[in-house]
């Protein structure tokens, strides 16, 4: 079914499909406080718009390693989607690819990234490993990643066992349970456990595609990040779904202010509208990643579903820009944000 706002989307989606599945999509670590601390942090900030800025014509185009963006917009990487619909990770990946969307797949997904390059050669889709086994399984990954093309290679360290989710729990519900699979678990999520950021360096002594840590929220774990060679910082608490009472994306982007970071951002967690980009780019992220709505999208109306959520945006960021005053990247940065309770 057709849905013409975000949240239109998401009351679609529970209505359409299985109490514990959305369920599962929806909950947060233990009662879902960081989830909607991520949403409520965005909430709390305002914009101070400008007026007679001539911004007609918006610009947001840039370059991600080998590709270019037409928008600062990406699919974050989710798992287990053919529980969602059929055909799950490729109808996702139709849609992005109709937005011209960059996305990034999982290994913790049902298809595996050879698949998805297979079916959508052109596709601009990226893969995103869990250190979820040794390093010559990820190894394997890597070359994966390098002979399909892969812009950049992400790495989740934010999730190395499974959380407690009290909605997921409640609905007595296992995801591994629903949906097909086209691509082999992981062979030992243990291994998460056993890395430190030496593992950075081996990374990066077996491949050049650049390095994406995801799961940044500390300002040590960010220099970690920079001292180990990555090329792009991905700041997430994994949407509030791993360790709850994190802080939020927000929080330590206003800490980052201080520090002169020169690496790309890419920021998650909680964007459900045009202006919480506009937010997240003033508090400098260069890049967003979109979660839960690209599912409520699929589950809603499939590829057309996903595509939407994500023409949505786009055209809600640009009305957003132009009726407060914003004309390109270069308008973006603290200034224009109240950030207290004023
Ligand atoms: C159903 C679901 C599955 C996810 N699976 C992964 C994953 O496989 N790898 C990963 O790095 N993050 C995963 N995430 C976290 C997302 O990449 C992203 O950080 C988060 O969804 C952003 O928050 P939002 O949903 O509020 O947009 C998952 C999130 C959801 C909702």
């Known amino acids: 079914m057709n849905f013409t706002t975000l949240r239109e989307a998401e009351s679609l989606a529970k209505k359409k499909i299985r ?42 185009k840039q370059d991600f390693f080998s590709i270019k963006l037409n928008f600062p917009i990406v699919l974050s990487p989710m798992g287990h989607q053919t529980q969602f619909e059929k055909n799950g990770e490729l109808t996702t990946a139709k849609g992005i690819d109709k937005e011209n969307i960059l996305g990034f797949f999982s290994t913790q997904g049902r298809m595996g990234y050879d698949f998805l390059k297979r079916k959508l050669p052109k596709s601009k889709i990226a893969w995103q490993i869990f250190p979820f086994g040794d390093k010559s399984w990820i190894e394997n990954e890597i070359r994966v990643a390098e002979k399909f093309k892969s812009p950049a290679l992400c790495f989740c360290f934010d999730a190395p066992v499974r959380s407690h989710r009290y909605l997921d729990r409640e609905s007595r519900y296992d995801a591994r349970k629903y949906g097909k699979r086209l691509y082999p678990v992981s062979p030992d999520a243990a291994f998460a ?23 940044l929220l500390n300002i040590d774990d960010i220099k970690n990040s920079i001292k180990y060679k990555s090329d792009a910082l991905w700041i997430s608490n994994h949407g509030g779904r791993m360790f709850n009472s994190s802080i939020s994306p927000v929080y330590i982007l206003k800490k980052l202010k201080k520090y002169n970071i ?76 109240i950030l207290d309770d004023e």
């Open 262 to 337: 020169r690496k790309k951002i890419i920021v998650d967690g909680g964007i459900r509208k045009g202006t919480d980009i506009i937010k997240y780019m003033c508090l400098g992220a260069d890049i967003v990643g979109v979660g839960r709505p690209a599912i409520y999208g699929l589950i809603s109306n499939g590829q057309l579903g996903v595509s939407q959520i994500f023409n949505i945006l786009k055209k809600e960021l640009i009305s957003a820009m132009q009726n407060g005053g914003f004309k390109s990247k270069t308008d973006f940065n603290f200034k224009r944000l």
């Open 19 to 60: 109490k514990g599945t959305f369920n599962w999509l929806n909950s947060g670590a233990e009662d879902d406080f960081t989830y909607r601390k991520n949403i409520s942090d965005l909430e709390k900030i305002k914009i101070i718009p400008r007026i007679l800025t001539k911004n007609h014509n918006i610009v947001l």
């Open 193 to 215: 456990l056993t890395y430190d950021w030496e593992f950075l360096s081996w990374v990066k002594k077996k491949t050049t595609l650049p390095i994406i840590p995801k799961g």
